[in-house]
T-cell receptor, first 115, second 110 residues
Framework: AQTVTQSQPEMSVQEAETVTLSCTYDTSESNYYLFWYKQPPSRQMILVIR??????QNATENRFSVNFQKAAKSFSLKISDSQLGDTAMYFCAFMTPNTGNQFYFGTGTSLTVIP | DTAVSQTPKYLVTQMGNDKSIKCEQN?????MYWYKQDSKKFLKIMFSYNNKELIINETVPNRFSPKSPDKAHLNLHINSLELGDSAVYFC?????????FGPGTRLTVT
């Protein structure tokens, strides 16, 4: 079964501090892609960062970076220099091309940045 | 130049009615999806449609049916609406392992 687990339903961080959101997944596929999506109060789903499973180097997008541990099936998101606009729901997801391009989402982590 | 658009953004209707939500993508993507997001923010895949292959989540009631007139559109039809259908419905499309979402349609069944 393909599953994604986000064990932190809610988190908070002080503005300008760093926070890490956890995600673990389970798949028997060897080829897959991992994602973090952000959903602010506007409800728009925004792609934050993406990681190819075959790449060892961790992806980085400005203040957002991931810690991808393939053997542990872990894919955490680090947000540096947190800003008020980072307040949102964050979803971890993965996709396996061999299963019809299906995307599997976690239950989300609600992040609040405190001024 | 909206990539994935949905109409309407808000839909309020009574139980028992039939309604449709339209989705269009101008990205040239091959695969389109419908998701349901409930009040707890859980995102659940309902359908995916790729090159005329429809993959249905078996837990979706058959009152829900996707219809794709062409590659750029995947509309969602819902018959005999129930209170439990109230949710936000997202359309999405994907190509080359990236998925992009529409703005969502908040459906309220009274």
């Amino acid at each position: 079964a393909q599953t994604v687990t986000q064990s932190q339903p809610e988190m908070s961080v002080q503005e300008a501090e760093t926070v890490t959101l956890s995600c673990t997944y389970d798949t028997s596929e060897s080829n897959y892609y991992l994602f973090w999506y952000k959903q602010p109060p506007s409800r728009q789903m925004i792609l934050v960062i993406r990681q190819e499973a075959y790449k060892q180097q961790n992806a980085t997008e400005n203040r957002f970076s991931v810690n991808f541990q393939k053997a542990a099936k872990s894919f955490s998101l680090k947000i540096s220099d947190s800003q008020l606009g980072d307040t949102a729901m964050y979803f971890c997801a993965f996709m396996t091309p061999n299963t019809g391009n299906q995307f599997y989402f976690g239950t989300g982590t609600s992040l609040t940045v405190i001024p | 130049d909206t990539a994935v658009s949905q109409t309407p953004k808000y839909l309020v209707t009574q139980m028992g009615n039939d309604k449709s939500i339209k989705c269009e993508q101008n990205l040239g993507h091959d695969t389109m999806y419908w998701y349901k997001q409930d009040s707890k923010k859980f995102l659940k895949i309902m359908f995916s449609y790729n090159n005329k292959e429809l993959i249905i989540n078996e837990t979706v009631p058959n009152r829900f049916s996707p219809k794709s007139p062409d590659k750029a559109h995947l509309n969602l039809h819902i018959n005999s609406l129930e209170l439990g259908d109230s949710a936000v419905y997202f359309c999405a499309s994907s190509h080359m392992h990236e998925q992009y979402f529409g703005p969502g349609t908040r459906l309220t069944v009274t």
